[in-house]
């Protein structure tokens, strides 16, 4: 118990950054560079697995998909949406960098 609070208060005393444009530029590229390769690998795990669960959802009416069929969806929807959040903090820390690095 007093490991949790001491590591507590060691990250509470970490500076607080409100925007990316705060942070240091090695900071923004290594989250920059993290982001990108988790919505790449979200993205091709969507782009492998959508097309066969669309041919076969577009073959059985919707009352018949049951629970499974609902959970894929679930899933492959909420895949989507992490894909889509990863690449837009990857395309704010590309902007800021190319901001400071080459303009």
Not at 60 to 75: K, N, R, T, V
Request: with cysteine; proline share 3%; aromatic share 12%.
């Amino acid at each position: 118990m007093r490991l949790l609070k001491v590591i507590a208060l060691r990250v509470g005393r970490l500076p607080k950054y409100h925007s990316f444009a705060q942070l240091d530029t090695w900071l923004v590229a290594v989250i920059g560079a993290a982001s990108f390769l988790e919505g790449s690998f979200n993205g091709s795990v969507i782009g492998e697995t959508f097309p066969d669960f669309w041919k076969v959802a577009r073959t059985l009416p919707f009352a018949d998909w049951g629970l499974e069929g609902s959970a894929i969806l679930l899933i492959l929807a909420c895949i989507g949406v992490n894909c889509w959040v990863f690449g837009s903090i990857a395309k704010r820390c590309n902007d800021i960098l190319q901001e400071r690095l080459f303009a």
